[in-house]
């Protein structure tokens, strides 16, 4: 099986007790256990403990509470070694609502397991196909949308961002690990779009979201492909050379226009759907 491990999104609206972010990333870690197309996990609750530096007792807890939501439906329980048991879960293939991250992430001993999980509650929230959100205030709706109490949403987000894991662009949010990928997908499109999204984050913007048609393309993606399929270091070049000031609210119809001279015809507008 690939080493990306899906997420639903509605990590975000079915886990709501005080350690909805702990809970978030037990399910990770489980889900990270599925070998095959059959889409079962077995893990003891032993390893989750030692994963995350709690008690067995503790993941116990966070495991009947991801039951009850419906996030995790246990089909047996085994013996392991001793007197160890574990459970075997059993796993739908996630084909929307959802997001992606990489399984180094869960080992990564430079933040608490409540940190990671607030993470993976970001991106839970963030627009579809970015890694970024838009608030409206630190201590106004940003609490509500990360689960996090006002108190203390600024003491969690300031040692994220002092240690490399998000960061600001005005009133967005950005997730900035490696861990957490655009999408699965090497193509040519994904390929142009993550170049054009590091190159707007570099320059301090925040980068256009894809507006896709019934068959999951943005045809302004498209028409820069077509243009710079075989060479991405010329669509960078390019982009250094015709992109230098850029505007505060980015499309990929503006740098479509940008890089090919010319646009594609408009259609109705749609709400931006990101297929990964």
Not at 18 to 31: D, F, G, H, M, N
Not at 52 to 76: C, D, F
Not at 168 to 173: D, N, V
């Amino acid at each position: 099986m690939s080493n990306y491990i899906q997420i639903p999104n509605s990590i975000a609206t079915k886990l709501t007790k005080k350690s909805k972010q702990e809970e978030a990333l037990t399910y990770a870690i489980i889900r990270n256990e599925i070998k095959d197309n059959h889409f079962k996990a077995s893990i003891a609750e032993k390893q989750i403990a030692e994963t995350m530096k709690v008690t067995e007792r503790t993941v116990n807890s966070y495991v009947a509470n991801l039951k009850e939501t419906g996030l995790l439906k246990v089909t047996e329980r085994k013996q392991g070694e001793l007197e160890y048991p574990y459970n075997v879960y059993q796993f739908e293939y996630l084909r929307k609502d959802y997001f992606v991250i990489l399984e180094p992430f869960l080992f990564d001993d430079n933040i608490s397991p409540k940190l990671k999980g607030l993470l993976l509650f970001i991106k839970a929230n963030c627009w579809n196909g970015t890694n970024y959100l838009l608030f409206n205030g630190k201590t106004t709706d940003l609490p509500n949308k990360l689960g996090v109490g006002k108190n203390l949403i600024n003491t969690y987000l300031s040692e994220l961002e002092s240690k490399g894991y998000i960061r600001f662009i005005g009133k967005s949010l950005h997730i900035t690990n490696d861990c957490f990928p655009l999408s699965f997908k090497n193509d040519s499109d994904n390929t142009a779009y993550k170049i054009i999204y590091n190159f707007c984050m570099e320059r301090n913007r925040v980068p256009p979201v894809k507006d896709v048609d019934t068959t999951g393309k943005d045809e302004a993606l498209s028409w820069i492909v077509g243009e710079y399929l075989d060479d991405t270091n010329r669509l960078l070049r390019t982009l250094n050379k015709r992109c230098k000031n850029l505007p505060e609210k980015l499309t990929i119809r503006y740098f479509c226009q940008a890089l090919r001279n010319k646009l594609p015809p408009k259609v109705n507008e749609q709400i931006p759907v990101i297929i990964l």
